[in-house]
C-alpha cells in the first residue's frame, strides 16, 4: 500500500520470458513419408525438446511457411500448402520454435517424399458378373509409391 492506495498490476509490470536452447531441438520423422505432389498435407513430426513459444513449419529449400500445432514436447502436427509439395521427390521440412524469426529453425530436418498421383488408362474387362471372381487388369501409372508396399489388392 502506498498513499493508502493498493497497488494493482499494470501493462508496466516485469515482462516474462522463456527460453530453450535450439541446439536441443532434435526431428527424427514425420508421418505420413510421402503424399502426392501439390497437395496440401497435415504432418505429424515426431523430435525432441519442443516448447511452444509459437511454433511454425517450413519446406525448407522453398522456405514456404506452415502452421503448425504443438501436441507434446516429442510431436507436432505440420500443415503444409499444397504450394510447399509443389516439386515432384525428396522435400525438407523444418521447424521454428518461436514464429520462425531468423535464427529459430532447427538444424534438423525431415524428409517428406512427393509422388505423381497414380493414374488409370484402362480397366480390363469393362464388365463382370455382379459376385465377382474374375480377374482384373488395371493399366496406367504411378502406382508404385515410393516407400510404400506397391502390391494392390481389390
Known amino acids: 500500500m502506498l498513499n493508502g492506495v493498493d497497488a494493482v498490476p499494470s501493462l508496466f509490470d516485469a515482462p516474462s520470458f522463456g527460453e530453450y536452447d535450439l541446439s536441443l531441438v532434435q526431428l527424427f520423422s514425420v508421418q505420413p513419408t510421402a503424399g502426392p505432389v501439390s497437395s496440401a498435407i497435415t504432418l505429424t513430426i515426431q523430435g525432441s525438446n519442443f516448447a511452444d513459444y509459437g511454433v511454425t513449419c517450413r519446406e525448407a529449400a522453398g522456405q514456404v511457411?506452415?502452421?503448425?500445432?504443438?501436441?507434446?514436447?516429442?510431436?507436432?502436427l505440420c500443415h503444409l500448402p499444397a504450394a510447399a509439395t509443389s516439386a515432384l521427390g525428396t522435400i525438407e521440412v523444418q521447424v521454428s520454435l518461436n514464429d520462425g524469426t531468423d535464427g529459430t529453425w532447427a538444424a534438423t530436418t525431415v524428409s517428406y517424399q512427393t509422388y505423381s498421383p497414380p493414374e488409370v488408362h484402362s480397366v480390363t474387362p469393362s464388365e463382370g458378373a455382379a459376385n465377382g471372381g474374375e480377374d482384373v487388369v488395371i493399366r496406367g501409372s504411378g502406382f508404385a509409391v515410393p516407400g510404400l508396399d506397391p502390391t494392390a489388392v481389390c
Do not use: Q, R, V
Not at 65 to 76: G, K, R
Open 65 to 76: 511457411e506452415a502452421t503448425a500445432e504443438l501436441l507434446d514436447s516429442d510431436n507436432m
